[in-house]
């Protein structure tokens, strides 16, 4: 199987710093399901790393929306030089940031980065699985769910175990801007749903639950189609 798995950079680089600990985990993760045959398209976040360099910069000065979106790019890249770089043995030597280019490579492991103004890296995604012909999308971030409202704000919000295309961006919205925390871009899943992609949102950090779903097993997350 090819899989398409877009890694938050909450994941990576929380506020606190790059998680060696995390990553060390979810390598051997993806590293035992390579062994038994699986490739990976893997797409960095900017996370955290994005938004300080963000809020630092509108801290300073008047910052444009395309700079604040070159800040991300670049905090991409650099979560995917991070992981190219620990997945040496298996990836292929060149991160993809130009999703519609195709790349021919013997390695089971690519790992993707962010391309220009205006693409996050959900974009990214579905661009790859538009590329490539792939259906399904795994969005690991650090939330169990989606919710309906914010769970953060509203204690009376409720999860969502799965939704329609349609349901979900009435949820998240239909604009998006550099730096929107959302469980995914409202830009990405118009098109998702145009290509009639199935993305799953879960948590990265439970590589338990992602084992179940990996497995065919019953998993916690949110499916939405």
Known sequence: MIYIVSLGGSLIAPAQGVDSQYLKKFRQFILARIKIGDKFFLVAGGGSTCRNYQRAAIKVAKITLEDLDWLGIHSSRLNGQLLRAIFFEVASPEI?????????????????????????????????????????????????????????????????????????????????????SAPFDPVASALAEKLKLKVVIMNGRKLKNLHQYFSGGRFNGTVIF
């Open 96 to 180: 993809i940031i130009n999703p519609t280019k195709k790349i021919k490579t013997a390695e089971p492991l690519v790992i993707a980065a962010a391309w220009k103004p205006g693409w996050s890296t959900d974009y990214i995604a579905v661009q790859l699985a538009k590329k490539y012909n792939i259906k399904n999308i795994i969005n690991l971030s650090n939330i169990d769910f989606v919710y309906d409202k914010d769970p953060k704000k509203c204690t009376s919000a409720k999860k969502i175990k799965s939704i329609s295309w349609p349901d979900f961006r009435k949820i998240v919205g239909y604009a998006w801007t550099p730096g929107l």
